[in-house]
């Protein structure tokens, strides 16, 4: 490399360096915390799920539920059918008030059924 670029090459490194240093200590520096990705989501739902039509995959992923929950819910569907509301979660087994106000923000609204003509 020419040494005339040499001036270049180093105030673009020092840029370089003071660029990832301001990133790292607004991102807490050494005290910031750890993103935990096996978890989902806190607060605002990130996605949402429509529990007439989501497999024991898609129910295992919300919060406070894991794969044997997730497959009971989809036992009672099956031997129950459709729920009609959120509140028919109750009945499965293993799924309390707590849980299932924990579990509405990820809950699509559920249509209501339409009378046979």
Do not use: C
């Not at 040499?6 to 520096?29: C, E, K, R, S």
């Not at 096996?38 to 992923?61: C, H, K, S, Y």
């Not at 009609?84 to 009945?91: C, V």
């Amino acid at each position: 490399m020419p040494q005339r670029f040499q001036p270049l090459v180093a105030t673009g490194l020092l840029l370089a360096i003071m660029a990832m240093a301001g990133w790292f200590i607004l991102g807490g520096g050494l005290f910031g915390g750890l993103v935990a990705y096996d978890r989902p989501p806190i607060g605002e739902a990130g996605f949402t799920v429509n529990i007439n039509a989501a497999g024991t995959t898609e129910l295992a992923q919300l919060p406070g539920l894991g794969p044997a929950t997730a497959a009971r819910i989809v036992a009672y569907r099956t031997e129950h059918g459709p729920f009609a509301g959120h509140d028919e979660l109750l009945a499965v087994p293993g799924i309390g008030p707590v849980t299932l106000e924990s579990l509405r923000p990820f809950l699509r609204p559920i249509r209501p059924r339409r009378e046979a003509r």
